[in-house]
């Protein structure tokens, strides 16, 4: 009985339980109606239902399988890029799409393990007097562009 | 004739300068994200999309569409000459082109993958307009409980063709079904599982979960990866293949076309699968199996030929009964409600301009691919060569600016974070985003038809099964997930997977 758990597995069947009460949660004071007149909770109800059931099974059948690990998450790509999006979200309203797109392609720039510091000003700078031609002069999207 | 009058339609609304000059964009992009490898064309699709809102909708599709069959030729590039493939639809090109390009006949390899698409996508624009106006005619007589089984069977195909565990693409499917749903009620007009959020009354932007799960996660997942790419030094001299190894080719090119054009119809099939079983086809009926692997031009002929016919043939499904067949499909729905059109039979009959403008615009689009490919190699060589490190911020950038105007909002941004980490937590448990984007997309229809049904029948759960129709289509999607569970197949179709 040594060396059990599928982590994936049970990680994934943890996901949809955890999703399926949230939804059955959110969608708990819509009027459910009946079969011939649904109501607008009557199929969001359904499917969370199913999905936790579903979650329910998926995740004890991982509990009984074979071991396996959670698979090794590349840290560095993934928080460097999730942070450069978060920086772009943040700059976009309050300073201008130049000074946003200039943040994000430095901070993504150092999501690649072989990153060069002038190489990627260089490209940074760029990119962001590109996304100001293409998107706001030739595109004309209205898009901030300067914090003033 | 019809078909001449339909062809006759459509090349007055395609043979326009601007839908030309978007026709001629769509398929240049698609080959350069096609030569890219780590850039999808789904993903492409998903960032391109928002730029398109202000185009007239005929424009809109024909470049979307043109970004879709133009990767199939790219991918074959980067296939034989850097033996990685550049879309998975690639993936047995590199097989036997790759071998071909290190006995130096790299030109022919690359010329015969492009006449190769190009029959491919000839045959196939001809099998889409001949077969698009009975399905129309017979989608007509679709009722809410024929459209609910029909989503259904759909759904079931891209669990079937998923990669990966089928229950975890149950699983997608369902999480997507669910996540489609909130939002605004249509027919309350209660918003639901909205957490009070202003901007979600209109539900979860489609562009931002795209965005997030096709184009952040895979890069994230992609960044982690060692990047392996020795270029090989090719030199064109000898393009053209000889007229034996053409003539060699053609039964090749013809079975693959076949094969493609079914191949793609299915739900959830497409180009990929549609190379894997044209390959294996080829293999088992040559004369002399042994040669394939070691530079058989064979090898590239039919894989590239189906890639491309399967690529083409799965628009059949969306054009005539609005139901996507796959993730790309998906996104073109997308497209579509964006522009106001409504997926479905009545396209055709509403806006014949636009459907078969679409269709012939495939064509001059397979005949721009063979020009823009074949003098242009040198230059998608070249793009190779930069490196990855310096594409992928200006990705991760149109993804930011995509999808903040799509919807003019920050809100969406954040939307679109989320469902990257997602994406990687997806790609991490082994669970496809596929079968998930195809769930979103077809929940909200799904339930409205659902309802419907329901409330003509009273409450009657049994009028799926009691008009003829509906029967069939649920029975096939019974058969579909009874040959899923069956020890045998499950285990032949890991082995194609793996191959």
Redesign the interface.
Known sequence: MRARINIPDLAFAAFLVALGALAFALASQLNVGTAAAMGPGYVPRGLATLIMIYGLALGLRAMLAARLAFPAVELRPLLLISGSVVLFAILLPIAGLALASFALVICAGYAAYDVRFRENTISALTLAAFAVVLFVVALSLPIPVWPW | MDLIANLATGFAVSLTPANLGFCFLGALIGTLVGVLPGIAPITTIAILLP?TFSLPPSSSLIMLAGIFYGAQYGGSTTAILVNVPGESSSIVTCLDGHQMAKQGRAGPALAIAAIASFVAGTIATVVIATASAPLTWFALKFNAAEYFSLMVLGLTGSVVLAHGAP??A??MV??G??LG?VGI?V??G?P??T?DLADLGDGIGFVPIAIGMFG?AE??VT??RPQDRSLLSVKLRDLWPSWAEIRQCIPAMLRGTAIGSILGVLPGGGAALSSFAAYGVEKKTSRNPERFGRGAIEGVAAPEAANNAGAQTSFIPLLTLGIPGNAIMALMVGAMMIQGIQPGPQVMVNQPGLFWGVITSMWLGNVMLIVLNLPMIGLWVALLRV????M???I??F???GT??AG?T?FD??V??LF??LG???Y????EPAPFVLGFVLGPMM?EN??RA??I?????LVFVQRPISAVLLVMAVILLIILVLPSIRAKREEVFQE
């Open positions: 730029f229950e975890k149950i699983a369902l999480v079904l669910l749903l009620d027919n309350s209660s639901r599982m957490m952040i890069l994230a960044l982690g490196p990855f490190r310096l992928f911020p200006a991760v950038l993804c930011c600016i903040y105007s003019n920050v941004i954040w679109m974070l990257g980490v990687v937590f997806f991490k448990v082994g669970a339930e659902f309802r329901m409330y029948s009273r409450g009657d759960p």
